[in-house]
């Protein structure tokens, strides 16, 4: 599941941000479907986990310069998802690298991503063009 415009929240380095977790998390998932080696797939994991971290703490610090008023339910479900991203990857470890664990939980993962964006991060653009 690619980014697409529709997921556009309309602030360009959250945009730029989110283009490249949904990159990264294709790529992911590109590497299982194609049996890459483990560690290829631990390192996309590894990746990932800091970049939505990096991600994550971006956009709080820029719902707080502009007093996103969502910014409290924000933050809970980011800490939730980074809480995913930490199980996703012990699960992975914990099976050997099973496959079928990553194809799965990447395909959360998206799922989780596209609905996060559609339905919070599109009301910090809103809020932040109304606010100007």
């Keep these: 599941m690619p980014w697409t415009p529709s997921l556009s929240v309309g602030v360009t380095s959250i945009d730029e941000q989110h283009k490249m977790l949904f990159e990264k998390a294709d790529m992911l998932f590109e590497a299982g479907k194609n049996k890459r080696a483990k560690e290829y797939i631990g390192e996309l ?5 800091d970049y939505t971290k990096k991600h994550f703490s971006d956009e709080e ?20 998802f980074i809480s995913q991203l930490g199980k996703l990857k012990s699960d992975y470890e914990a099976s050997g690298g099973n496959i079928l664990v990553i194809l799965n939980a ?15 991060d599109k009301k910090i653009g809103e809020f932040a063009k109304g606010d100007k």
């Design 106 to 120: 990447n395909q959360m993962m998206l799922e989780w991503l596209t609905k996060h964006i559609s339905r919070m």
């Design 45 to 49: 994991l590894d990746f990932l986990e």
């Design 61 to 80: 610090n820029y719902m707080r310069s502009i007093h996103y008023p969502g910014y409290a339910e924000q933050k809970n479900a980011h800490d939730h």
